[in-house]
């Protein structure tokens, strides 16, 4: 590689605290780092916030690069080791770390006044392409306003691109896949079918079943449903799907209203599927698909000993104790979706006021309310664990959380990657994206998106026209 080929990256805050593992992940090419940026860090270590343990991560990250090297060798750049190694694992190295050791003088526009540490990170970077005009400087931040304002000035921005899930979230894995109609001409031939239990059984190949998932759903014509079971080459085997739109099947008294409600409560409803992601839309039955499930196993089948539902309380920050009480009475102002289906769920003719109030008191004896916040360290054994707005967690709190579960307990994670709330996530950066791709291939997961809204005729017609 030439010389000119070689590209100068100044990091932002925002890309560090978001992931601290940043400063290895520029492959042959040089990183820079403005004092602002280090003050910055200093100003955001303190509290048990995922962001301020980051800041602490990459502290410790640049205290071992810095390990044993004088002033001189600070100036001139520290090598860098390859992705995910350590700076003092055998490795090649790679790029170079700059910090900023003097000062890099360049005039703003007048109408980008003041010492903001975002316009001080753009006059650093504006003078560091006058010093090394033979290099192609790039700043690198995850703030949309700086990247406008330094196109604006001249500079070459982008966002940081490396913790991105997929490209598009378009490629995102469906959980479903439809058959074409030549599909029984072309995998039909060799085709064995087996009753086991009460339920038919297929033996497939061919070439479309070799991207097949287990636990993925098939759909054909004349109202053919099933599930993959194993898939083993260009060979798999299907089960056909248990039916929850019949009312003899209902769970908890809901039963389904569409296809992917149908295949949900499959999922939901099977003891061998450990992991669950749902992705849907408002109305499209998430919460109370996953509630149902959660009180049949838990209060009728006694798999589970209690469920227990969580969420992240965006809005309010990352510290519920400005609400009083406990923690469960903390975090029921964030539960209203729970609270609606479980009025739903509840609501029986038999018994009268009182028989529903014995209802209420049970089922609030076996739901309980966890905040995300207090989960690091906790295991959960034989629970059923539904986590609600999973779009707002980064991949590292879903490892986090889901590490949480002990034997006999299964997490169901239920989100809309269109709404998320979190500063710097996107569609393909959110954590539920991402365990979705990578838990796709496993034997005991399942995956759906929800697609059609099951609420009212007025919220379905305002989603259209709104």
Same mark, same amino acid.
């Given at each position: 590689m030439s010389h000119s080929d070689k590209k100068l990256f100044v990091l932002d805050t925002n890309v560090l605290m978001h992931d601290p593992t940043a400063i290895f992940r520029f492959e042959e090419h040089d990183i820079f780092l403005p004092m602002v940026v280090l003050e910055e860090l200093d100003a955001h270590k303190k509290g048990m916030s995922e962001s301020a343990r980051n800041v602490r991560q990459i502290s410790r990250f640049l205290d071992e690069l810095m390990h044993g090297a004088k002033g001189e060798q600070?100036?001139?750049g520290l090598p860098l080791p390859e992705a995910g190694r350590s700076a003092g694992a055998d490795c090649r190295p790679s790029g170079r770390l700059f910090f900023q050791t003097e000062p890099l003088p360049a005039k703003l526009p007048d109408s980008l006044p003041g010492n903001k540490p975002d316009n001080t990170i753009l006059a650093t970077t504006l003078g560091l392409q006058r010093k090394r005009a033979d290099t192609q400087v790039i700043l690198v931040t995850k703030d949309i306003n700086l990247r406008i304002k /330094?196109? %604006?000035v001249g500079v070459k921005a982008e966002d940081y691109y490396n913790d991105k899930v997929l490209e598009d979230v378009d490629l995102l894995f469906s959980g479903v896949d439809e058959l074409p109609e030549d599909f029984w001409e072309t995998h039909g031939e060799a085709m064995d079918s087996w009753t086991e239990n009460g339920r038919n059984y297929y033996r497939l190949s061919g070439p479309r079943v070799a991207d097949?998932?287990?636990?993925?759903?098939?759909?054909?014509?004349?109202?053919?449903? /099933?599930? %993959?079971?194993?898939?083993d080459g260009d060979s798999a085997t299907l089960e056909m799907s248990r039916d929850f739109r019949s009312p003899r099947n209902a769970v908890w008294g809901i039963t389904a209203r569409n296809t992917e409600q149908n295949f949900a409560l499959n999922l939901l409803m099977d003891p061998e599927v450990d992991f669950i992601s749902l992705l849907g839309a408002a109305g499209t039955g998430k919460t109370l698909l996953t509630l149902a499930a959660g009180l049949t196993q838990t209060l009728e089948e006694n798999i589970y000993s209690e469920i227990i539902m969580t969420r992240v309380t965006v809005p309010l920050g990352e510290d519920i104790?400005?609400?009083p009480g406990t923690e469960e009475e903390k975090m029921t102002p964030w539960m209203g979706a729970l609270m609606d289906?479980?009025?739903v769920l509840t609501r029986s003719e038999e018994g009268g006021d009182w028989g529903r109030a014995a209802t209420n008191d049970l089922l609030q004896s076996r739901i309980k309310i966890r905040s995300l916040n207090f989960m690091r360290g906790r295991t959960f054994l034989n629970r059923f664990i539904i986590l609600d707005e999973a779009q707002n967690l980064t991949p590292k709190q879903m490892k986090t959380l889901i590490t949480r579960a002990g034997p006999g307990s299964k997490i169901i994670c239920l989100g809309n990657v269109a709404q998320i709330d979190t500063p710097y996530l996107t569609e393909t950066t959110s954590g539920l994206t991402y365990v979705v791709d990578r838990f796709k291939n496993w034997a005991h997961s399942g995956h759906v998106t929800l697609m059609r809204g099951e609420r009212s005729r007025l919220a379905d017609y305002a989603s259209e026209v709104l």
């Open positions: 600070v100036a001139d /330094a196109t %604006v097949w998932q287990p636990n993925q759903f098939v759909t054909g014509g004349d109202d053919f449903e /099933a599930i %993959v079971r194993t898939v104790g400005f609400l289906n479980l009025e």
